[in-house]
Structures are given as C-alpha cells and as structure tokens.
C-alpha cells in the first residue's frame, strides 16, 4: 500500500459526459500529479499541482483540467468524453515540487475509466 | 526533446537467472534522476529503484541493480535469481522538466 489513495476505482460513463476522478495523498506529501495509461501503452503525465498551485503541464486535452485542495487531496476533471478516453488513470504524489524527481513518486491505485 | 527508450517490448527468463532490461534516454540536462517502476497484472506501479545523475556509483536494492552509464545516456537494470513474482512491466522513467516514462519491458519468469 503506497498510502496514495483514489477514488472510485472503476467508472463507466457514456461518450460526451462529464466525470470527476479524486486523489488523496500520502501524509506529508505536498506533490500531486496525474497520468493516463491507456490500454499497453505507457504512462503519459497529464499535470502537477504543488501545495495548490499547478506546477507543470505535460500531455493535457483541454477538455481536462485538475485542481488541488487546501487539504490537498487533488481532482481529474475529464469533460466532453470520447471513446478513447477510456483508460487508466494514476495519481502519484511526492514531498517535493520542483525538480519533479528529486524525490520519487508513490502511485494510487488508479482509477479505471471506460467510456461507451 | 527529451525522451525514454525502451527497445525491448517483451522478454523472459528461468526462475533463479538474472535478466537486463535495457532503457536509454535522450536529454541535455546534466542533472536528472533516472527510476525504474514495475507493474504487476494488478497494475499498481511500484517503485524499484532510483539513480540521481550526479552520483557515479550504481545504484542497488536488493535483487535488483542498475547499470548507469551516463555518457552513453543507458540506464539499463539487472534483475538476479528472478523469482516468480517478478513477472511484470517494467517501465523506465527519466524526470526533466517532466516525468517521461518508456513504453515498458514485458518480463516473464518462467518456472
């Protein structure tokens, strides 16, 4: 257990709908970031937020945006979905914010998403 | 552009042999960190192993050690008496102004 939790696990949606997908840190860690997995294929890093504020943009659709919370726990808002949306989406979190691998990055256990 | 290559999509091995997966990376800073991550058919992604740049000595934790050569830019991992539960993707991963991870290593130990 990484102590980076997300929620829900599993979400089925229809194409064109809007879902929310939620992480929660590990205590201490100000660091959160957010990666897509599609089917065998690897991870393409979509957003950091450091201690609320965004710190770095990597493979984002526009029709995706994040936010993270005073508490830090942090949310994946994906918008207008399309069948290829349909992935495995990681929160990661680290204590450090710039530099992103000064420290390494402990994953949840990912949120399925299918769209149909 | 920074990326991370791994030109091995599937390999395997007897239980209790070594295996060297390999990764290169392609970047123009001169300090970054290098991990390799596994994935189990549960799909967690766990933490392996980790090389800082600026450090010459190979890293190592347990089975499992690195190869870092960083003027050829390789960051190759050594895996000794593969157990079972090693089966897995592997993925490289380099961090510059992102994290990059290659397209991953699919390992099988064979019993």
């Known amino acids: 257990d990484s102590g980076v939790t997300q929620t829900p696990k599993h979400l089925i949606t229809a194409t064109g709908q809007r879902v929310t997908l939620r992480c929660s840190p590990r205590?201490?860690?100000?660091?959160v970031y957010w990666y897509q997995q599609s089917l065998d294929q690897g991870l393409q890093f979509l957003i950091q937020y450091y201690n609320g504020e965004e710190r770095a943009k990597g493979n984002i659709l526009e029709r995706f945006s994040a936010q993270q919370f005073p508490d830090l726990h942090s949310e994946l808002n994906l918008s207008s979905l399309e069948l290829g949306d349909s992935a495995l989406y990681f929160c990661?979190?680290?204590?450090?914010?710039?530099?992103?691998?000064?420290?390494?990055?402990?994953f949840g256990p990912g949120t399925r998403l299918t769209v149909t | 552009a920074q990326t991370v290559t791994q030109s091995q999509p599937e390999m395997s091995v007897q239980e209790a042999e070594t295996v060297t997966l390999s990764c290169t990376y392609d970047?123009?800073?001169?300090?970054?960190?290098l991990f390799w991550y596994k994935q189990p058919p549960s799909r967690q992604m766990i933490l392996v192993i980790r090389q800082e740049a600026y450090k010459q000595q190979n890293a190592t934790e347990n089975r499992f050690s690195v190869n870092f050569q960083k003027a050829a830019k390789s960051f190759s991992l050594k895996i000794s008496d593969s157990q079972l539960g090693d089966t897995a993707m592997y993925f490289c991963?380099?961090?510059?102004?992102?994290?990059?991870f290659g397209t991953g290593t699919s390992l099988t130990v064979i019993p």
């Open positions: 970047t123009s800073e001169s300090n970054y960190y």
């Open positions: 205590s201490g860690d100000l660091s």
């Open positions: 990661a979190s680290s204590v450090a914010s710039g530099g992103l691998g000064s420290n390494e990055q402990y």
């Open positions: 991963a380099f961090t510059g102004n992102q994290f990059y």
